[in-house]
């Protein structure tokens, strides 16, 4: 069994040159790219998707993975996500008694039935993609989804983001990378995308890692600084930029960084 990884506060000089930043990403690559990287101690939604083996439970689990990370996991255990495996259902199923956060059951519900109807998500996704439109792709699922709730309330807006937003769709790119990526973190059970197209899933702790390191200059938290990152982590591995992501993650919540 592969040991936890051996945390430690990094010492960042005030202006890193491109070597110190390439040294220190791979570093920290390595270091995170691991099953135990995801414990008891460090628990994280992606470790309930694992469990799995449908795309459904993981978008499941990426769009609640908002909010403190031990509330996520709490009610994403209350959820049938067992019904989440079986082939397209068109009878209701109860998804669970709990609500979450800016969702109320019904919403929740609403959700879990849009998704148990739809079919292949990686062909919906592979429609808007087109060869290399991570965005088009993600558009074509919110799409698609929204079609199939009803009416869009404030709850589902959230939940599946608004489609004409400047949004750095955090989540909707967390579960592209856990499906397109494959490594010891990450479930690779898309081989139709490339993973040079993703887009980094910003979020407040890799947002702020990044500025501290100068991987990013805008003061902005939208899109365009989610297309910045990517395009300035192309720079130390152009075919799998956001294979770094999860390590900055890491950093920023464990304060790492003095």
Sequence with gaps: MESKPNLQRLRIPKNPSQKFLYHLLEEQYRLFNSQEAINEDLPDPLGIARQFQSDKVALFCALFAYGNVRSILKFLNFCN???LEKPQMRDSVPCTAKVYRFQNNAEIQRFFEALLGLESLQEIFLQGYKGDSILGG???LQSALYARVGEA???LKFLLGAMDSASPLKRWNLFLRWMVRKDC?????????RRSDLLLPLDTHTFRIARRLGLLRRRTYD???VLEI????KEFDA???????FALYRIGQLGLIE
Excluded at 239 to 245: A, E, I, L, N, T
């Design 81 to 83: 996500l067992n019904a």
């Design 138 to 140: 993600i558009r074509a």
């Design 153 to 155: 309330t404030e709850g």
């Design 185 to 193: 973190v990450d479930l690779g059970r898309w081989e139709r995308v």
């Design 223 to 225: 899109f365009k600084a």
């Design 230 to 233: 990517t395009n300035r982590l």
């Design 239 to 245: 075919k799998d930029p956001v294979k770094y992501d």
